[in-house]
Nanobody, 114 residues
Framework: QVHLVESGGGLVQTGESLRLSCVTPGTTFVIDSMGWYRQAPGKQRELVARFRRGNTIDYADDVKGRFTISRNKSRNQVYLQMNSLKPDDTAVYYC????????WGQGTQVTVSS
């Protein structure tokens, strides 16, 4: 069992920044793949950024150059630095992990006002 706990969301204005964190309390093994997805109101959940096995990083086209994903792999922690935020970034952001199956956190709300 993998438990994912996100934090760092909030309400900001256009152009400001947020840093999201995801931790895995009680997890003793190392997770190879972790990342971030988001779901805006009325939209499907979509990939934001993720680490694949071998530390390959995938970014959604919309966030390239603005968001940076990082992690402490040994501690199963993953972070998302979000700069130059736009109203279209408003969504619930979910931490994701794959360890023989998909795992999801509870989500943290990010709201960007225009």
């Amino acid at each position: 069992q993998v438990h994912l706990v996100e934090s760092g969301g909030g309400l900001v204005q256009t152009g400001e920044s947020l840093r999201l964190s995801c931790v895995t309390p009680g997890t003793t093994f190392v997770i190879d793949s972790m990342g971030w997805y988001r779901q805006a109101p009325g939209k499907q959940r979509e990939l934001v950024a993720r680490f694949r096995r071998g530390n390959t990083i995938d970014y959604a086209d919309d966030v390239k150059g603005r968001f940076t994903i990082s992690r402490n792999k040994s501690r199963n922690q993953v972070y998302l630095q979000m700069n130059s935020l736009k109203p279209d970034d408003t969504a619930v952001y979910y931490c994701y992990a794959f360890y023989f199956k998909d795992y999801w956190g509870q989500g943290t709300q990010v709201t960007v006002s225009s």
